[in-house]
């Protein structure tokens, strides 16, 4: 059972890290303030994803570090009340360009094949305060809708889906913040 664990999740971080069928991507927004970005997140809604198959509520905390870099806590509140927490990295997949990132978690299995466990995490829009934003990979299989605040009102929920349907992604599969998957 073990063995079919690991192997589904490494068809999982694959299928992540593979460029789409558009060989750009979807547009992102330019360049970010990592110092503006940091901090805490709350998922609002997601596409649905193996690692969050048992996730109601999740949120990520940023801290840039002195190399650039920028240390990731994801934590997410389950069906049964408790939390579960990765920690990573996320490092620019190009020097100078600061919306497309490269984000690893510490596992045994990024240790063990730390090629294969980088996934995408492009920044596609992000408003001028930095207090919502919208993020995802290049071939649209992975989206988060993501707010400094746990609840957002419908005007800017309706502005975070009109941006993902014009880079080309499918938002009728998103699970709100709450909803189990």
Known sequence: MRLFIALCCTLLIVGCAR???DAQGPETVGQVDLNRYQGTWYEIARL???FQRNCLRSQAEYRLQADNSVAVTNRCETRDGEWQQATG???LQQPGETDKLWV????WFSKLFPGLTKGHYWILY???GYEVALVGSPDRDYLWLLSREKEI???TRDTLLKQARARGY???ELIWRGESS
């Open 19 to 21: 460029s789409g069928a």
């Open 48 to 50: 649905p994803m193996f």
């Open 89 to 91: 990295e996320a490092v």
């Open 104 to 107: 690893r978690f510490d596992n």
């Open 126 to 128: 992000l408003d001028e």
């Open 153 to 155: 009102d419908a005007a």
């Open 170 to 172: 499918d938002v009728s």
